[in-house]
């Protein structure tokens, strides 16, 4: 027996001598998990069938400590079959952990400690294997882009390990959490078959972000949106099942974020349709299928013609007419909506260059197209080359729109071109007075929904609202239009109210290029002529 085996074994010579190699390593812990049993048995089967083995991995014992081994041997080569065998053995413990860190980290999301998405993939498809009804579902947090913007990548790291912690601090121990990329999680689980239970727990999980998180020193509130669908109900396999918790999560974001949406057959009917919106998308930008209509903003006080808002339209081959609505969110999605956007200010402009030198006009903005790259140098551009006086160009941003500090920097920089800024369908969406005043504003837009209902009740709150909202624009020197106008009531009471334009199908429908007419068509007093008339 050699000492520098003894020194390996941890055992004096006189306690190994006489043993088989087989009695030695069970006797150092060899056979205390079932990865050490199944080496001992390949190791016992070779040894029966007289056959080489090499590189054996075996964890053993030694004075207390683990340790690892890679064994390789072979028979004897001796006359006599008691010559036995021949080997060679490595302590490969220090080799062993770092094997094993390797392939941890090459199964676990290094920012989060949560399976990455092969491994979650393959946790999945472990279940799968089962044949049982496997629940999945993505969760994606809302407005996460904002985070890092405002407050830098690394808040928005601390922000990802605080989400994965509070996910991992509810979920239970037969349940499945990996992070799938950027700020998406995915969770899945197999032991529930109602389906209300089902949703009661996917709101456990989103209930989980209703604390507010302590990042910087401030406390940030974190929503999130969840999208799920479940094997064989759904889906056949694994890439199905997460496009069907893909969809329905798009729609849950689409219902107004911070909700929990099912997946159902009509959203796949739905990604179709937009898969196929977007081939027609591309195609028009280059058929040049897009055409501009616009409609007049008149002058509450004078009745005369202050602007054109220019509206888009996609004159498709077969469909006809197809208004923004139908297509803009798709536009977006893909980026195609900043060439779109390119397009339509250029024409907008180009058309505005043969009108009266006192008529502007408005052309919508997205906030892709405000936080693509030079956005501000392209339109600065458009206008020199077209030649059209900043002054006459009029950018309008939607209220919905989350504006954050670096929107807010672009309008910044319109406004100092001599661009006017104008907020398009104010009052549905989240301003408060506060914000307006952080932003370059020079008009606010009154959105349809307070002028439709003065014809049924002028004394209705609606009415008060207007009056309200009109008194807060004055006393921050913006502007107001009233949009939606179509009824000489709504015009007498809007006007009353101190709304400065008016816009709507009572002054004229969005149509083709407006033509001008110099001659007056009406005399206001003394001195004042109602010129510029367009038909």
């Keep these: 027996m050699s000492y520098r085996f003894a020194e390996q074994v941890g055992l004096p010579a006189a306690q190994i001598r006489g043993r088989t190699m087989h009695e030695i390593l069970i006797g150092i812990g060899a056979s205390r998990t079932v990865e050490g049993r199944k080496s001992l048995d390949l190791l016992a089967a070779n040894f029966q069938a007289g056959t080489a083995f090499r590189d054996l991995t075996m964890q053993v014992v030694v004075r207390g400590d683990t340790r690892w081994w890679s064994m390789s041997g072979h028979p004897g080569s001796g006359e006599s079959s008691d010559y036995g065998w021949r080997g060679v053995g490595s302590d490969i413990t220090h080799s062993y952990h770092q094997r094993q860190n390797i392939l941890r980290l090459a199964e676990v999301d290094s920012l989060t400690g949560l399976s990455n998405r092969y491994s979650f993939n393959a946790q999945v498809s472990s279940l799968l294997r089962d044949g049982r009804r496997v629940w999945l579902a993505i969760l994606d947090l809302d407005n996460f882009k904002s985070i890092n913007d405002r407050l830098g990548h690394h808040v928005g790291d601390e922000v990802l390990r605080d989400v994965a912690s509070r996910i991992h601090g509810v979920l239970r121990s037969n349940e499945i959490c990996g992070r799938l990329g950027g700020d998406e999680f995915a969770i899945a689980f197999d032991d529930i078959e109602d389906t209300d239970e089902v949703k009661d727990r996917f709101q456990t999980i989103l209930d989980a972000f209703e604390r507010p998180f302590a990042l910087v020193g401030n406390q940030i509130r974190i929503r999130a949106s969840l999208g799920y669908g479940s094997l064989p109900d759904d889906a056949e396999n694994l890439e199905e099942l997460m496009i069907v918790a893909d969809l329905a999560l798009y729609h849950a974001k689409e219902s107004g974020r911070h909700q929990i949406r099912a997946f159902d057959v009509a959203l796949r009917d739905r990604a179709t349709g937009r898969a196929r919106a977007l081939l027609d998308l591309r195609r028009a930008l280059i058929d040049e299928e897009f055409e501009l209509v616009y409609q007049p903003q008149?002058?509450?006080?004078?009745?005369?013609?202050?602007?054109?808002?220019?509206?888009?339209?996609?004159?498709?081959?077969?469909?006809?007419?197809?208004?923004?609505?139908?297509?803009?969110?798709?536009?977006?999605?893909?980026?195609?909506?900043?060439?779109?956007?390119?397009?339509?200010?250029?024409?907008?402009?180009?058309?505005?260059?043969?009108?009266?030198?006192?008529?502007r006009v408005a052309v919508n903005v997205s906030q892709v197209q405000l936080r693509s790259s030079r956005y501000v140098e392209s339109v600065r551009q458009t206008l020199e080359e077209v030649n059209l006086a900043p002054e006459r160009l009029e950018i309008e941003v939607t209220e919905s729109l989350v504006i954050d500090d670096a929107d807010r920097d672009v309008l910044v920089q319109l406004s100092a071109l001599g661009i006017a800024i104008a907020m398009d369908?104010?009052?549905?969406?989240?301003?408060?007075?506060?914000?307006?005043?952080?932003?370059?504003?020079?008009?606010?837009?009154?959105?349809?929904?307070?002028?439709?209902?003065?014809?049924?009740?002028?004394?209705?709150?609606?009415?008060?609202?207007?009056?309200?909202?009109?008194?807060?624009?004055?006393?921050?020197?913006l502007d107001t239009v009233a949009e939606?106008?179509?009824?000489?009531?709504?015009?007498?009471?809007?006007?009353?109210?101190?709304?400065?334009?008016?816009?709507?199908?009572?002054?004229?429908?969005?149509?083709?290029?407006?033509?001008?007419?110099p001659t007056c068509i009406g005399v206001l007093g003394p001195g004042q002529a109602k010129c510029s008339g367009y038909h």
């Design 484 to 517: 939606g106008v179509e009824t000489e009531r709504q015009r007498a009471m809007v006007t009353e109210c101190g709304c400065d334009v008016i816009q709507g199908y009572l002054e004229g429908v969005p149509y083709g290029q407006p033509r001008f007419r």
């Design 298 to 359: 008149v002058s509450a006080g004078t009745g005369v013609v202050v602007g054109f808002e220019a509206l888009l339209r996609w004159n498709h081959p077969t469909s006809g007419l197809v208004s923004p609505g139908d297509f803009i969110s798709v536009a977006e999605e893909t980026g195609l909506i900043v060439p779109i956007g390119a397009g339509v200010l250029r024409a907008a402009c180009t058309a505005a260059t043969s009108w009266p030198e006192d008529i």
């Design 425 to 477: 369908d104010f009052g549905t969406g989240f301003s408060s007075v506060a914000s307006l005043s952080r932003l370059p504003l020079d008009r606010l837009k009154i959105d349809r929904a307070f002028v439709a209902p003065l014809d049924a009740d002028p004394a209705s709150s609606r009415f008060a609202v207007l009056r309200a909202v009109i008194a807060i624009a004055k006393s921050l020197g």
